[in-house]
């Protein structure tokens, strides 16, 4: 049985205030599922990650970064590292979002690189992937995906327990208009064949796929009773306090 995960990418949205009466609020409303399955995981900026760590100690919920920089420390100005992120600690972090691939231009070899300073960092990386409305009407769509998945994946060795992956088209990102439930099956299936041509059947088949884009509580349940989905990446529903733990209800109840 794979974990169910149900991960918060709050993007450029809320400062350390905002962040802990998030907290305050969302905890109490988790109530008898604050356990580990689903893990919930919570991204905020940077400039959050130490209150939203502090806030939620003596509960289940992880905190991840939304990006990284593959070297330690060093003249990389702007830049934050896996030892930075675990200090305020991130068990997890965000790597190739879409909205770094096209609005900061990221590249597949960078996101390679911050994969493994993830791992060697001991951070479990959310990798990104996902087509743009353009490849889908081309009939690209696959073809893009496995492309991305073969040059992050590169010459990276992973575990059962170290790698999570989200199909999130960037279509259906912020645009309220989500993937059918049937596509989202058939893309998160398709990436679970690459895991395994990549790796072997036994560890595709353990590590956790997870769907995003415009993902809110009216939606969860017919994404989590899908054969290969395994949770969410959630953007602007995860913003509400109320609604995120609606999402986790749901994703807990399957
Ligand atoms: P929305 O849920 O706002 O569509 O964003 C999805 C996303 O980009 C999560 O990483």
């Known amino acids: 049985m794979r974990k169910k995960v149900i ?21 109490p409303l988790l109530g008898n599922i ?24 003596g509960s289940y919920v992880k905190t991840g970064g939304q990006d990284i920089f593959w070297e330690t420390s060093g003249a990389f100005t702007g830049e934050i590292s896996a030892p930075m992120l ?6 997890y972090v965000i790597v190739g979002h879409s909205e ?3 609005i900061l231009d990221e590249s597949d070899y960078n996101i390679n690189r911050k ?20 490849e889908r009407q081309n009939d690209l769509a696959r073809q893009v995906v496995k492309d991305q998945m073969e040059k992050a994946l590169l010459g990276i060795d992973i575990t059962a327990g170290n790698l999570i992956v989200a199909y999130e088209p960037v279509w259906a990102i912020g645009t309220g208009v989500n993937a059918s439930p ?13 895991l395994s041509q990549l ?21 969860m349940h017919d994404f989590i009773i899908k054969a290969d989905i395994d949770g ?15 999402i986790v209800r749901s994703v807990k109840n399957g």
């Open 7 to 27: 991960a918060a990418n709050w993007k450029m949205n809320k400062n350390r205030g905002e962040a802990e009466d998030y907290i305050n609020k969302f905890l």
């Open 34 to 57: 604050n356990a580990t399955d689903p893990e919930v995981i919570i991204c905020p900026p940077f400039t959050s990650l130490q209150t939203l760590h502090d806030a939620v100690q």
């Open 86 to 91: 675990t200090d305020c600690g991130c068990s």
């Open 100 to 102: 770094r691939r096209h």
């Open 115 to 134: 994969i493994k300073s993830s791992l060697a960092g001991a951070l479990i990386p959310i990798l990104c992937v996902g087509e743009t409305l353009q």
């Open 182 to 194: 049937d596509d989202a099956q058939d893309m998160i299936a398709f990436i679970r064949e690459q």
């Open 199 to 219: 790796y072997n059947p036994e560890l595709a088949s353990a590590i956790p796929i997870l769907y995003g884009g415009s993902v809110k509580k009216a939606n």
């Open 232 to 246: 969410a990446l959630v953007g602007s529903a995860s913003l509400d306090p109320r609604e995120f733990s609606e």
